[in-house]
């Protein structure tokens, strides 16, 4: 198997109890890290038409739940290649559509989308530039990208130390009771470490054609923030 299918085969394995260990995990932060990150890009967008937006790396679509608080779209979209993600998300959200497939490859038509999100997962995504182009196109001028992310961050104060010994020694665990795949959380940390930076990212999004309007740290630089424009 190769890497990319490896890694959505992880997501199979775990999508049951993912909802329960991701708020367990994060302390329930994560709500505050997406509410935040939809008004942002709402604001940066401007406009109150708003026709398609869309969730990349959906998984259990709780994105698209934080996006129609914030705005009224015609249509809330989530994409995944999981398939068992997308039963979670299409049993807890049955007033969402879902589609499977991936970020490298969207089966949408250029300049089709107002929003496009990604939280926590573009880390996943083996051939991520190829991801970025194909958000490039499928978003209309002026449409807005919205990337969550825990970037690779140097390891030199004792909070970020704290931090480390959080993910890689106490994450797992509890990871690995809820889920009962201690392997899929080991991964968690292990794939920030082979991440990019938030440097990095920024210049793969202009290099993609984005112009970044907002790059924010959260929560002691843990979840970083990036809001790009087309
Ligand atoms: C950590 S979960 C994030 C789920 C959701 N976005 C959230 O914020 O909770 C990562 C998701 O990325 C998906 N994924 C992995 N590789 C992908 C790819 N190449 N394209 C799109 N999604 C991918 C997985 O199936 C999984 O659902």
């Not at 367990?24 to 997406?34: C, M, N, Q, T």
């Amino acid at each position: 198997m190769d890497r990319q299918k490896k890694i959505v085969s992880m997501f199979d394995d775990i999508a049951k109890s993912y909802d329960l260990a991701n708020r367990v995990l994060s302390f329930g932060s994560d709500i505050v890290w997406r509410k935040r990150a939809c008004k942002k890009a709402a604001e940066c967008y401007g406009k109150k038409d708003v026709e398609r937006v869309v969730d990349v790396a959906c998984g259990t679509g709780d994105m698209l739940q934080f996006w129609q608080k914030e705005l009224s779209a015609k249509e809330y979209l989530g994409v995944d290649p999981s398939k068992k993600m997308l039963e979670v998300a299409k049993e807890k959200l049955p007033q969402f559509k879902f589609i499977e497939g991936y970020a490298q490859n969207l089966p949408l038509k250029s300049q089709s989308a107002d929003f496009l999100s990604i939280t926590y997962g573009i880390r996943n995504v083996v051939d991520r530039m190829d991801a970025l182009k194909e958000f490039h196109r499928v978003l209309k001028k002026g449409g807005v990208l919205v990337i969550l992310e825990f970037t690779k961050r140097e390891k030199s104060t004792p909070l970020d130390k704290a931090v480390e010994f959080y993910m890689k020694r106490v994450l797992p665990k509890i990871g690995g009771f809820l889920s009962g795949n201690k392997e899929a959380y080991e991964y968690l940390p292990n794939s920030i470490d082979g991440f990019l930076t938030t440097e990095q990212l920024v210049k793969e999004l202009r290099q993609s054609g984005f112009e970044i309007e907002e790059v924010k740290s959260y929560s002691f630089g843990i979840s970083t923030m990036f809001i790009a424009k087309k």
